[in-house]
T-cell receptor, first 114, second 112 residues
Framework: DAGVTQTPRHEVAEKGQTIILKCEPV?????LFWYRQTKIQGLELLSY????????DGGAFKDRFKAEMLNSSFSTLKIQPTEPKDSAVYLC????????????FGPGTRLLVL | GEKVEQHESTLSVREGDSAVINCTYTDTASSYFPWYKQEAGKSLHFVIDIRSNVDRKQSQRLTVLLDKKAKRFSLHITATQPEDSAIYFC???????????FGIGTRVLVRP
């Protein structure tokens, strides 16, 4: 079984650019999560989808971050415009949902904004 | 909202000894507590979890203890091996949804 896949694995952007990160959850999983990981803040939830419906759109991240789930097997995270403070690892995770809570994480996208 | 505090930022143990990582949470409604491991340069992967209907769970060399009164849970690794070296994250989830709140992580180093 394929796990969670994320592309690209690395991204370098200039300040002000728009970048789009992609995620494919585990097949059959109903819940999808986007996290940002930094050394100082740790793991912060950006967005949470259940059966393609947006359940949580992390408050502090709303203005420049937009996650979408166009179908059950694909999600994108758009950052527009990027700022140097957005440099971090962006992780996508999925879970079956309901009482099956275990989240399976993708390899992440390491973003550097210059 | 929920806050999860992970008390040890780093832990250095000798190979074969035990390691203990402690976490506390704030939301009394939290009922699910997973632990994740992140090895150098890799993503997180699930290692063990505990639900609030039990106070202890063991899987091979890993044991999780839960003290609901103190809102505290801990991960015990016995007979540590070099491959246990990693960052360990605790997390908590309440029954209202599937959102996890993570601790900041504990770096465990197993010395030969």
């Amino acid at each position: 079984d394929a796990g969670v896949t994320q592309t690209p694995r690395h991204e370098v952007a200039e300040k002000g650019q728009t970048i789009i990160l992609k995620c494919e959850p585990v097949s059959g999983h109903n819940d999808l999560f986007w996290y940002r990981q930094t050394k100082i803040q740790g793991l912060e939830l950006l967005s949470y989808f259940r059966s393609k419906s947006l359940m949580e759109d992390g408050g502090a991240f709303k203005d420049r971050f937009k996650a979408e789930m166009l179908n059950s097997s694909f999600s994108t995270l758009k950052i527009q415009p990027t700022e140097p403070k957005d440099s971090a690892v962006y992780l996508c995770a999925s879970s079956v949902g309901g009482n099956q809570d275990t989240q399976y994480f993708g390899p992440g996208t390491r973003l550097l904004v210059l | 909202g929920e806050k999860v505090e992970q008390h040890e930022s780093t832990l250095s143990v000798r190979e074969g000894d035990s390691a203990v990582i402690n976490c506390t949470y704030t939301d009394t409604a939290s009922s699910y507590f997973p632990w994740y491991k992140q090895e150098a340069g890799k993503s997180l992967h699930f290692v063990i979890d505990i639900r609030s209907n039990v106070d202890r769970k063991q899987s091979q060399r890993l044991t999780v203890l839960l003290d609901k009164k103190a809102k505290r849970f801990s991960l015990h690794i016995t007979a540590t091996q070099p491959e246990d070296s990693a960052i360990y994250f605790c997390a908590a989830r309440n029954s209202a949804g599937n959102k996890l709140t993570f601790g900041i992580g504990t770096r465990v180093l197993v010395r030969p």
